[in-house]
Every structure is written in structure tokens, then in C-alpha cells.
């Protein structure tokens, strides 16, 4: 079954993470792949205590993708492409549960093509969380659960920075 956490709001990220928590606590193996995050995410050091739970992203600190340059963009396309293979190796079966953090953004960025992940998600023999902002009807259509988060209120908007171990 596909799941789709999206919107504006606050707390796709930590869904699929509770969701992946629940899963390997039931013996179930997880992996998590960060599309376009690197490692130093505060959740990121907790998860990898778990056992169960596999993590693959990007080893090296990058910026939002609107500030990279051109040689930075052609780096971190190398490595969207190496974690999106990863996701289909795992999509054949090697775990419970696939967790594509941020994948969303990765295809409205054209970093993935959306026709690749939707044949990944079409093949896939587990379970595939997907996160991510604006979603196409199509990745719409091809999910089986749906939730969308919406921002009603953020300190952000009061000029509040983003917290470690609160937003990231």
C-alpha cells in the first residue's frame, strides 16, 4: 500500500518516522531514504538507534536547492539518482516498509521523473510512504492513504527561526 503525507504543515516528516517506528517495532524491516536533507536532521541520530531502521541520505550538508549552484545542483543530482536506485532495489521486496522522505519535492524539482516513481510505486512489494509538497493527481490516484497536512498557525510566522530538535 502506498502512503501520501503532504501540505503545508508541519509534521510529514515525523509521520512517516512514527509510522516506520510502529513497523519496526513489530519486527518489521524499514528503510528510510532523505531526498534532498542531508544527515543532520536531530531525528536522524534517534532513528539510527533503532533497530529495524535504515537510514540513506546525503552525507554532505547542502543548502535549499533555490541557493545551490550549478556545480552543487549536478552534485546532488548524482546523489538523488543514487537514492532513488536504492528505493528500487528496496521496492523489489528487501524490506517491510519504504519510507521516500521528501520524494515530492524531488519530482516537482525534476530531480525524478514522476512516470519512475509512479512505475516504482506500481511495482512495489511493500509498504511506501511517500512525503512531499504538491502532489500530482496521479501520485494522488495511486495512493491508498492520504493525509494532508495544513498549517494553521507556526511561530515562524512571528519571526521564530526554525529549532533544532523542534523543526529539524
Excluded: W
Aim: proline letters at 2%; glycine letters at 10%.
Amino acid at each position: 500500500m502506498v502512503h501520501l503525507y503532504t501540505g503545508n504543515g508541519k509534521g510529514k516528516t515525523t509521520a512517516a518516522l512514527g509510522l516506520g517506528l510502529r513497523f519496526a517495532g513489530s519486527g518489521g524491516r524499514v528503510l528510510l531514504i532523505q531526498f534532498l536533507k542531508s544527515s543532520d536532521s536531530s531525528e536522524i541520530a534517534a532513528v539510527r538507534l533503532v533497530a529495524g531502521i535504515e537510514v540513506y541520505n546525503s552525507e554532505s550538508p547542502h543548502g535549499f536547492y533555490y541557493t545551490l549552484s550549478e556545480t552543487q545542483k549536478a552534485s546532488l543530482q548524482g546523489e538523488i539518482e543514487a537514492e532513488f536506485s536504492k528505493a528500487q532495489e528496496a521496492a523489489s521486496g528487501s524490506c517491510g516498509l519504504l519510507i521516500l522522505d521528501e520524494v515530492l519535492d524531488a519530482v516537482n524539482l525534476g530531480l525524478i521523473y514522476e512516470a519512475k516513481l509512479l512505475e516504482l510505486l506500481k511495482s512495489a512489494r511493500c509498504e511506501v510512504v511517500l512525503t512531499g509538497r504538491n502532489p500530482s493527481a496521479r501520485i494522488i490516484e495511486a495512493a491508498d492513504y492520504f493525509t494532508e497536512f495544513v498549517c494553521k498557525k507556526h511561530p515562524y510566522d512571528k519571526g521564530v527561526l526554525a529549532r533544532r530538535g523542534i523543526e529539524y
